[in-house]
């Protein structure tokens, strides 16, 4: 009863930080504009007005300094704020996250601006999700594996997707709901999976091989398991349909050139650049984005910890999904050589709450 009281202490201080930097500290970064340009267009503006009516929407949503920056601080910022096919040529970029912007339109169709609406479903679902990694692992109620995946989450990405305008948030908290299920071995995961791809076409990687391991080891009907599958695999088609750039011009665009108007830009990506780029993203790591090697390591942990043999399935399952979260961060790195941290907050978090519970949690566990 004594470790609950600081435990329970971690977790409200955990949870408080994260609301505060969502709510209180907001990032308004450019994803801004695009999505409430998009939100704009779903509620049925119209192509002429959607630049007149997002800027003036933003002037009066975000401080004046944030104003600024979106609109005046490049050639290309400027470009879109007073040019209307600027604009609407960067919307295909934006327009393939349908979760994300139906819940901004929806929002800001009962009176929220922009940046209250992007901060709402950033902050709730980051917070959702470090709750939800509280009860990641059925039966793990250990208090300070608790405590220490609670401060521990903040470290890993879901402050920054709190702060965040675009997605990530929800990606991050899809990836741990998927894992919680997946452990629990419940069927509705059939359903989660596919709805992951519908919030970050890039989660196929993480939910491709828990599809694979169901199909092979959990106990689930076949036939349902591989029609998830297949429907993972036709919603990662969903932004080719609905007119978004392929991978081509979306990594010309973010690694080579940004252009005012990437409808023209080739989306032709020679080996040497491609190599040019995640070169430069490799030696960036040590630098400025050295939460990689926590990431690894806390991968490494986990993988080689010996837990309680009473857990039964739930380590080989547990490992699994360590396991899945490491190889699709990988594999995402070196499709799109990126390493933000907002891109894995839910992998990093999900492994964080695994490796807490292979290490530290020693109590016989039970299904729940």
């Not at 391991?213 to 076949?222: D, E, G």
């Not at 349909?241 to 830009?265: C, S, V």
Request: charged share 10%.
């Amino acid at each position: 009863m004594r470790t609950a009281y600081p435990a329970a202490a971690a977790v409200v201080l955990s949870a408080a930080l994260l609301i505060w930097a969502g709510f209180a500290d907001p990032l308004c970064n450019w994803d801004l504009v695009g999505y409430t340009a998009c939100a704009l267009e779903l509620r049925g503006t119209p192509d002429s007005s959607i630049r007149e009516e997002t800027f003036g929407l933003l002037e009066r949503s975000v401080p004046p300094v944030a104003y600024q920056d979106l609109t005046s601080s490049t050639p290309v910022r400027i470009a879109r704020a007073t040019d209307d096919e600027s604009l609407l040529q960067h919307l295909p970029f934006y327009r393939i996250r349908f979760v994300y912007v139906a819940l901004l339109a929806g929002l800001s169709g009962i009176g929220l601006n922009p940046l209250q609406a992007a901060s709402a479903i950033s902050t709730a679902a980051a917070l959702a999700a470090l709750l939800l990694l509280l009860r990641l692992v059925p039966g793990a109620r250990t208090p300070w594996c608790a405590a220490a995946v609670a401060l521990g989450s903040l470290g890993t990405g879901l402050v920054e997707v709190a702060r965040h305008a675009t997605p990530d948030a929800l990606g991050a908290f899809f990836v741990v709901a998927c894992s919680a299920m997946f452990l629990r071995r419940r069927k509705a995961m059939l359903i989660m999976l596919p709805l992951c791809v519908t919030v970050r076409t890039d989660l196929l990687l993480f939910v491709l091989p828990l599809h694979a391991y169901a199909f092979a080891r959990l106990p689930f009907s076949r036939i349902p398991t591989a029609l998830s599958a297949a429907s993972s695999l036709a919603l990662a088609f969903l932004p080719h349909l609905a007119g978004g750039y392929g991978w081509g011009t979306t990594f010309e665009y973010t690694f080579l050139r940004q252009d005012a108007y990437p409808a023209l830009l080739s989306g032709s990506v020679t080996p040497a650049a491609y190599l040019s780029v995640l070169r430069s993203s490799v030696a960036s790591i040590p630098h400025s984005e050295t939460w990689v090697f926590l990431f690894v390591a806390v991968l490494v942990l986990g993988m080689s910890a010996k837990p309680n043999p009473g857990a039964g399935t739930l380590v080989s399952d547990a490992r699994f999904v360590l396991a899945a979260a490491g190889l699709s961060a990988l594999i995402h790195f070196l499709v799109f050589p990126a390493a933000w941290p907002r891109f894995f907050a839910g992998h990093f978090a999900t492994a964080l709450s695994l490796t807490a519970f292979l290490c530290l949690d020693r109590t016989r566990l039970q299904g729940g």
